[in-house]
């Protein structure tokens, strides 16, 4: 099983990235994938979910309004649109997949497998 995140990289504040995760090894329709992150020197945290069909999501407080969670289920692929982008937003960004039919949860324990972490940095 491999989760393979990409996507990050260097932005100004107020800027945009779309980040991407690949799934190979599952039934990606199975799962529920979420985004969690992870600043320096800060635990991980929650980010947005999705269900398996791509109906439901769920935000975090700070990202809610600015980042948007998607998924294409043909290509295995589950995406983080993240626009109007803040120096707070800089972490460590990784996927993961929960095997369930509702979205998934914001404790890490929860969940399967997990990507290797995309970093973005929002700095001027």
């Known amino acids: 099983v491999q989760l393979q995140a990409s996507g990050g990289g260097s932005v100004q504040p107020g800027g945009s990235l779309r980040l991407s995760c690949v799934a190979s090894?599952?039934?990606?329709?199975?799962?529920?994938m979420t985004w969690f992150r992870q600043a320096p020197g800060k635990e991980r945290d929650f980010v947005a979910t999705m269900n398996w069909s791509g109906g439901s999501a769920r935000y975090s407080d700070s990202v809610k309004g600015r980042f948007s969670i998607s998924r294409d289920n043909t290509k295995n692929t589950v995406y983080l649109e993240m626009n109007s982008l803040k120096f707070e937003d800089t972490a460590v960004y990784y996927c993961?997949?929960?095997?369930?039919?509702?979205?998934?949860?914001?404790?890490?324990?929860?969940?399967?497998?997990w990507g290797q972490g995309t970093l973005v940095t929002v700095s001027s």
């Open positions: 090894g599952i039934t990606f329709n199975n799962y529920a």
């Open positions: 993961a997949a929960a095997q369930t039919l509702w979205l998934g949860t914001q404790f890490s324990n929860d969940y399967n497998y």
